[in-house]
């Protein structure tokens, strides 16, 4: 049976309503430089919504997104779980946090906090309002 994570998620907001926030997350854990504007434009439209997820669910996203290195990979290691950021993931690739999966898998975490990326839902639309009221003669 797998470890599970148990960080709460009143730590992190359940909703990263915009491109902006999901770049501002990223950036706020990243220990590299990024650019938050390129983040920006490529989640435009999109939310995230944080989700306990298992773990199984998840896989490593492109190489561009998954910069190895081993002293960040220590750094995550001695990290407890219960106390690591959620993951942010697209369509189950790891977006962002592939350090922090790696140390998960490796605890034998079954289930993790991650930020699921999708489209911001349209707004539904209002009934269109009648001038004149129905006839309702027999």
Same mark, same amino acid.
Do not use: F
């Given at each position: ?26 950036? @706020?854990?990243?220990? =590299? ?6 983040? @920006?434009?490529? =989640? ?14 998840? !896989?490593?996203?492109? +190489? ?24 942010? /993931? ?19 975490? /079954? ?16 009934? /269109?309002? !009648?001038?004149?009221? +129905?006839?309702?003669?027999?």
């Amino acid at each position: 049976m797998g470890r599970t994570m148990t960080n709460s998620p009143a730590l992190w907001p359940e909703l990263l309503a915009t491109s902006e926030a999901i770049a501002a997350h990223v950036g @706020e854990l990243s220990p =590299y430089e990024i650019c938050e504007e390129q983040i @920006e434009e490529m =989640y435009l439209g999109c939310q995230a919504k944080l989700e306990w997820t298992h773990i199984s669910r998840l !896989r490593l996203g492109p +190489d561009n997104n998954n910069v190895a290195s081993e002293e960040r990979q220590e750094a995550c290691d001695s990290r407890p779980t219960e106390t690591m950021p959620p993951l942010l /993931a697209e369509d189950g690739m790891i977006m962002d946090g592939a350090h922090r999966y790696r140390t998960l898998l490796s605890k034998g975490c /079954a289930h993790c906090w991650v930020y699921h990326i999708e489209p911001i839902p349209e707004p539904e639309p209002k009934p /269109a309002r !009648r001038s004149e009221p +129905d006839d309702l003669s027999p």
